[in-house]
């Protein structure tokens, strides 16, 4: 019985549910084809607007806040990263290594607490704002179902008492029902009549807060991170002072094509010779890791791809202007403007000067330069040098009408190179190289796409095999490299 009296009281609340649901739809339809009044508040459906703008706005807020934050937490994890490349870099025997260590730990710890209050000032007082909104969101639209029971009340006990055949019994009832509507909707109204006007105001000083918090934590952190900064920067700075002065000489290597270099870091040879000669030069390439002969020396490394600028760490071979070869000439011998020379050291057999005049097809221009040169070199101080004079070109033609381009040779063939080191690419557009490998230096097709410190070019064995430049051609680092014709 018990049961059964339970199953009847539950089917009549579900009973009485759907008749207010119903009553409540019949209710609408009769407003909106104005055939009933609807009990409007202006002031309330403004507060109501007022009310889903700032929602909106502080769920806005939430979601940005929450992605700055994965952004410090990603900030952190790429900086984390960063210093400990710098503690695996740097050697046991360099200066500061344990004050390196120290600035990478309160690095971490740095990151670590500014992310830490920003959750605890910031997101998590975000999150408390928030939470009020849904249930006074639930509670505005309860009072909206309210007002429509209360409506549909009133017009009930309107219709009952314009009747012809009233029937007080039902009158009595329906205006109890109406008392009843009203005093519910009433309540509920005048709550939402306080606290809506309250909650939009309380925005100026949330939002006051919760930025002052972020500006006042982003303060701090940029503080304290900038003295690390200038730790470690100062760190560094010992550091290149200690090790700027050290010098990698190499033996020279005969070369018709690499001019002397006065003031730069002489390397050792790539194959690890012993040097037998006082006089060195520098060779823009990269060292071996076996010939460094001062500490802290670092082990060569492809160039940079962006190809904004020279191949790094070893800066590229620069090849001297015209102009700034006239005037080495004109101070070294008084003579007239040269177009292009290359210098060899004494140790150079004559015969390589020689040799590589005829490469370029004025044997006998280089024949007489050499003896002027050999005959001032004996009355100056100067060290005795050969001077090789090339003919200049235009766009792959000597002056004077003559093609420098060879029948075996791509077109706009200009000299060749041969790599004295291994080069990865790393773009589609560049060559890869081995140590002994020979290029074809060609010309860009147009002058301002080449990067500085780089060429281009075809690998001999390439193109004798397909004669095909669309195909074979590419960059390379001229660094890697040393001219051989």
Same mark, same amino acid.
């Given at each position: 019985?018990?049961?059964? #009296?339970?199953?009847?009281? +539950?089917?009549?609340? /579900?009973?009485?549910?759907?008749?207010?649901?119903?009553?409540?739809?019949?209710?609408?339809?009769?407003?909106?084809?104005?055939?009933?009044?609807? +009990?409007?508040?202006?002031?309330?459906?403004?507060?109501?607007?007022?009310?889903?703008?700032?929602?909106?706005?502080?769920?806005?807020?939430?979601?940005?806040?929450?992605?700055?934050?994965?952004?410090?937490?990603?900030?952190?994890?790429?900086?984390?990263?960063?210093?400990?490349?710098?503690?695996?870099?740097?050697?046991?025997?360099?200066?500061?290594?344990?004050?390196?260590?120290?600035?990478?730990?309160?690095?971490?710890?740095?990151?670590? &607490?500014?992310?830490?209050?920003? $959750? &605890?000032?910031?997101?998590?007082?975000? &999150?408390?704002?928030? #939470?009020?909104?849904?249930?006074?969101?639930?509670? /505005?639209?309860?009072?909206?179902?309210?007002?429509?029971?209360?409506?549909?009340?009133?017009?009930?006990?309107?219709?009952?008492?314009? =009747?012809?055949? %009233?029937?007080?019994?039902?009158?009595?009832?329906?205006?109890?029902?109406?008392?009843? =509507?009203? %005093?519910?909707?009433?309540?509920?109204?005048?709550?939402?009549?306080?606290?809506?006007?309250?909650?939009?105001?309380?925005?100026?000083?949330?939002?006051?807060?919760?930025?002052?918090? /972020?500006?006042?934590?982003?303060?701090?952190?940029?503080?304290?991170?900038?003295?690390?900064?200038?730790?470690?920067?100062?760190?560094?700075?010992?550091? &290149?002072?200690?090790?700027?002065?050290?010098?990698?000489?190499?033996?020279?290597?005969? !070369?018709?094509?690499?001019?002397?270099?006065?003031?730069?870091?002489?390397?050792?040879?790539?194959?690890?010779?012993?040097?037998?000669?006082?006089? +060195?030069?520098?060779?823009?390439?990269?060292?071996?890791?076996?010939?460094?002969?001062?500490?802290?020396?670092?082990?060569?490394?492809?160039?940079?791809?962006?190809?904004?600028?020279?191949?790094?760490?070893?800066?590229?071979?620069?090849?001297?202007?015209?102009?700034? %070869?006239?005037?080495?000439?004109?101070?070294?011998?008084?003579?007239?403007?040269?177009?292009?020379?290359?210098?060899?050291?004494?140790?150079?057999?004559?015969?390589?000067?020689?040799? #590589?005049?005829?490469?370029?097809?004025?044997?006998?221009?280089?024949?007489?330069?050499? !003896?002027?040169?050999?005959?001032?070199?004996?009355?100056? !101080?100067?060290?005795?040098?050969?001077?090789?004079?090339?003919?200049?070109? $235009?766009? #792959?033609?000597?002056?004077?009408? +003559?093609?420098?381009?060879?029948?075996?040779?791509p077109p706009g063939f200009l000299f060749k190179v041969q790599a004295m080191h291994d080069y990865t690419a790393t773009d589609s557009d560049e060559l890869q190289l081995k140590a002994g490998d020979v290029v074809l230096v060609i010309p860009f097709e147009n002058p301002e796409e080449q990067d500085e410190g780089w060429l281009m070019g075809v690998k001999e064995s390439d193109w004798i095999q397909h004669k095909e430049l669309d195909q074979c051609r590419g960059?390379?680092?001229?660094?890697?490299?040393?001219? $051989?014709?």
């Open positions: 019985m018990a049961e059964l #009296g339970s199953k009847g009281v +539950t089917a009549g609340k /579900i009973a009485s549910n759907v008749q207010k649901k119903l009553t409540r739809a019949q209710e609408k339809v009769l407003q909106k084809l104005g055939k009933a009044d609807e +009990t409007k508040d202006e002031q309330f459906e403004q507060c109501v607007q007022n009310f889903n703008k700032q929602l909106s706005e502080g769920t806005r807020l939430q979601k940005d806040l929450r992605t700055y934050l994965a952004s410090v937490k990603a900030m952190h994890e790429a900086s984390k990263k960063l210093t400990e490349c710098l503690q695996e870099v740097y050697e046991p025997d360099w200066p500061g290594r344990d004050d390196t260590n120290k600035i990478a730990e309160n690095n971490d710890l740095l990151w670590t &607490d500014f992310h830490q209050k920003l $959750v &605890d000032q910031a997101l998590l007082t975000m &999150d408390t704002y928030l #939470g009020q909104f849904p249930d006074i969101k639930s509670r /505005i639209a309860k009072r909206g179902r309210k007002l429509v029971d209360y409506d549909s009340a009133r017009h009930h006990f309107e219709a009952l008492q314009t =009747a012809k055949k %009233k029937d007080e019994t039902k009158i009595a009832k329906a205006e109890e029902e109406l008392v009843k =509507a009203q %005093k519910v909707f009433e309540e509920m109204n005048v709550d939402l009549q306080e606290e809506l006007p309250s909650l939009w105001n309380s925005r100026v000083g949330f939002y006051v807060n919760t930025f002052q918090s /972020i500006a006042g934590l982003e303060e701090n952190f940029h503080k304290e991170m900038s003295k690390l900064n200038q730790n470690l920067h100062d760190v560094l700075l010992g550091l &290149d002072k200690q090790y700027s002065a050290n010098a990698f000489p190499i033996k020279a290597q005969p !070369s018709d094509s690499t001019p002397v270099k006065a003031n730069k870091s002489p390397s050792p040879p790539p194959d690890g010779s012993p040097i037998t000669s006082p006089e +060195t030069k520098t060779v823009n390439h990269e060292l071996e890791p076996s010939t460094l002969e001062a500490p802290g020396a670092s082990i060569p490394k492809s160039p940079s791809q962006l190809r904004k600028g020279p191949p790094v760490p070893p800066p590229p071979k620069v090849t001297p202007s015209k102009e700034i %070869k006239q005037e080495n000439i004109i101070s070294l011998f008084d003579d007239n403007f040269v177009p292009e020379i290359s210098v060899t050291t004494p140790s150079q057999p004559a015969e390589a000067a020689h040799g #590589g005049a005829e490469a370029a097809g004025s044997e006998a221009a280089a024949g007489a330069e050499a !003896s002027k040169t050999e005959a001032d070199s004996g009355s100056s !101080s100067l060290p005795a040098v050969v001077v090789e004079t090339f003919p200049a070109t $235009v766009n #792959g033609t000597v002056e004077g009408g +003559t093609s420098s381009e060879r029948a075996d040779m960059v390379f680092p001229e660094n890697f490299t040393e001219r $051989v014709q």
